[in-house]
Structure formats: structure tokens, C-alpha cells
């Protein structure tokens, strides 16, 4: 990204589709989210992206999702 700015971690969400039991071997697969932009007030313009990783059991049911949401900021903030 040009101008240096800097990546931060934004938001962390979970959805638990059922409970973890004991004996469970989870098993973790990323992707991509969505991802946007929004004019900050300091930092110049904000790009947000989502990761999301699934978490499926030894069935293959899924068990967790996990949504991370970063945010990268065009160049440093200023006071």
C-alpha cells in the first residue's frame, strides 16, 4: 500500500453452530470475506477485509465460524 500506513485488527466474531464437545478434533480451513473502504477522519481512507476460517469436526459438520475483521489505513494518522 502506498503513503506507510499501518494494519490493524479491527473485530473478531464467532457463530457456534453447536457446542464443542470433548473428543472433537476440529479442523480449520480460511478464506477470503468481504472487504469495503470508508473515508477515515485521520488516517485518510480505510480498507477493511474479512478472513473467515471454519471450523468442521471429524464428521465434517461445522462447528465454529470465525470472522476477523482487519483494517489498513491509506497512510499514518495524524493528531
Sequence with gaps: ??????GLHAEQHYVY????MVGD???A???PGKSWE???RRGGKLKFSE??????????????TATSVG???EKPATS
Design 51 to 64: 478472513s473467515v476460517t471454519e471450523y468442521h469436526d471429524q464428521k465434517g459438520e461445522l462447528v465454529v
Design 71 to 73: 483494517v489498513q489505513t
Design 1 to 6: 500500500m502506498v503513503g506507510g500506513g499501518g
Design 25 to 27: 478434533v476440529l479442523k
Design 38 to 40: 470508508k473515508e477515515g
Design 17 to 20: 453452530h453447536r457446542q464443542v
Design 29 to 31: 480451513t480460511t478464506k
